[in-house]
């Protein structure tokens, strides 16, 4: 089998405008990034036409550390889809150069299943995280020079400040520094560190406006911190939302590319799913909707985290209706949580594939607390043995629950178009039955609760002393009507990493709660969340070259 850049380059690419073309978009209202790459213009989304059409949305089991292919399945199914005769467009997330010079890759897809241009969209792409970068830094530079301000302080205390800084890039050296050495002219010294670009409150923000006016109101309800009369201060404050605005007039765009078989695909946004939304933007689904029958979309992680956060703040702040879900799984994976090393991952082992289909039940589960009907679909590999799909199938079989084989990567869109049908059939089948979870106007107390009980399987949340304070905060700041968007580890359906397939009888610790009151969420943090990755070892950059006719090599 070919690498994926080598596919990717022996694609039959169509000009940007002819994909415009198949989403009936005239020429002239797309703006060009070169031939194959475009902006849009948010006058196409049409909330009438966004009613009719269906949406839906790809999960997960618990993942091994490499994925499942979520993203393959997303762009296979859309690609199967289209086979078909329905007019479909997938819609994703933005890949962070993070992952990409890290150790998992870049996000594009894989095999026969990519978005193209594949270079492009996993490294700068049209810019849009550098935006959300330079916007967030300069609420940093704002914040620190008002602390520095004889005149202009608003008596904000240093020590109340979260506001970090932000990079796309993975740097462990950054995660916490002290910045304002150097004597009185150079700021006043503080303690504060950069997260991953991904990670900032910006990017929620981003993926969650409706149009520049809601993100400007978005970006000016940022809290900051507290004067020390313990007065709240928001960006608003420091006049920060209309040059922040600024810096993403163009972000705000959604991007359109194309697959390898030249199904139409947006691309835009990419929050991370542990720490926020994990989702693609509300304006890139929106406009898929409005420009096509049905659009396929992702979420990050598990069902217990991209999805429960699509389904329940995304959603629910959207006004969207799904209507299907489809749950990633994997061989290695089920045989993952039934017990077996990452390095035995490729031999058979059926009896440890049933031992980890409680992982996919409990998914399944999940799914169906939304009132929806889940397809599982099982992205292949070529280690599968027949013995070990058999034990999935004849399992689900008697669960009633829709099970096709994806063998996209290899096959393209031919090989999901089983998949395809029982998508389009589950989709059919529930025009308006979905349902979220909780309700805004539940306490923030009972929405946690709801959410470690129902989607992580957990017996209780225990709230620290530091959380039951920050839980009076958010009730004096009148915030209580907000959605929670709980940050865990992506490794366990449980708060602890190391408790495998599906744990029963734990407790979920939420340590803190935090307040991005301008995404429109709070965030209960359970564990320790890495919002600053490290390179590994050997990180991907090191394979990653260009040779002089400009051509990139290493990139999968």
């Not at 608003?236 to 972000?251: H, S």
Request: a neutral charge.
């Amino acid at each position: 089998m070919k690498k994926d850049i080598e596919i990717a380059r022996e694609a039959n690419m169509m000009h940007i405008k002819d994909i415009a073309a198949k989403l009936n978009i005239d020429k002239e209202l797309i703006e060009y990034y070169g031939k194959f790459k475009s902006k849009l213009p948010l006058s196409l989304i049409d909330e009438e036409k966004i009613k009719k059409s269906k949406l839906i949305l790809v999960t997960a089991i618990t993942p091994t550390p490499a994925g499942e292919g979520k993203t393959t399945t997303s762009i296979g199914l859309a690609q199967g889809m289209n086979l078909l005769g329905h007019k479909t467009t997938v819609v994703l997330r933005e890949p962070s150069l993070g992952p990409v010079f890290g150790i998992k890759g870049g996000a594009a897809g894989g095999g026969y299943a990519q978005v193209i241009p594949m270079e492009d969209i996993n490294l700068h792409f049209t810019g849009d995280l550098s935006a959300i970068e330079k916007a967030h830094n300069l609420l940093a530079a704002l914040i620190d020079n008002n602390l520095q301000s004889k005149t202009r302080n608003l008596g904000l205390d240093g020590r109340t400040v979260r506001w970090k800084r932000v990079m796309d890039m993975n740097e462990r050296a950054l995660r916490n520094i002290v910045i304002g050495l150097g004597g009185e002219a150079q700021g006043i010294p503080r303690e504060t560190g950069f997260d991953i670009t991904a990670a900032s409150e910006i990017m929620a923000i981003l993926c969650l406006a409706t149009d520049i006016n809601d993100l400007k109101h978005k970006l000016g309800n940022i809290f900051i911190g507290f004067t020390y009369d313990k007065k709240p201060i928001y960006a608003k404050d420091l006049k920060a939302q209309g040059a922040m605005a600024a810096l993403l007039k163009e972000a705000i765009k959604p991007n359109l590319v194309q697959t390898l078989e030249n199904t139409p695909a947006i691309i835009h946004g990419g929050p991370f799913a542990n720490i926020a939304q994990g989702t693609n933007s509300l304006i890139a689904t929106k406009m898929g909707m409005s420009l096509s029958d049905y659009v396929v979309t992702e979420a990050g992680f598990a069902s217990e985290l991209g999805a429960e956060k699509f389904f329940d703040i995304k959603a629910q702040y959207g006004h969207l209706m799904p209507n299907a879900s489809v749950i990633v799984a994997t061989v290695r994976a089920l045989k993952y949580h039934g017990g077996v090393a990452l390095k035995d991952l490729e031999k058979s082992n059926p009896e440890a594939v049933k031992i980890g289909l409680q992982n996919l039940d409990k998914h399944v589960e999940n799914i169906r607390y939304f009132n929806l009907n889940p397809v599982v679909a099982l992205n292949k590999f070529s280690s599968d043995t027949h013995e070990e799909i058999q034990v999935i199938r004849e399992h689900l079989q008697k669960q009633q629950v829709r099970f096709a084989i994806n063998e996209s990567w290899e096959k393209g869109g031919q090989g999901a178009v089983e998949l395809a049908k029982m998508v389009v059939e589950a989709s059919v089948e529930c025009a308006n039955c979905f349902q979220p979870i909780y309700d805004f106007s539940w306490s923030i107390e009972k929405k946690i609760n709801t959410v470690a009980t129902e989607m992580y399987g957990a017996a209780g949340v225990e709230f620290s002393l530091k959380a039951r304070k920050d839980l009076k905060m958010i009730e004096e700041l009148g915030l209580q009507h907000l959605p929670v968007c709980i940050a865990k580890t992506q490794k366990s359906l449980s708060d602890k990493s190391e408790l495998k397939n599906r744990p029963t009888g734990f407790i979920v610790n939420i340590r803190e709660i935090e307040i991005a009151s301008g995404a429109g969420f709070v965030i209960p943090i359970a564990g320790d969340i890495m919002r600053m990755p490290g390179l590994p070892e050997i990180p991907s950059s090191e394979f990653i070259d260009i040779d002089n006719e400009g051509n990139i090599s290493g990139l999968f």
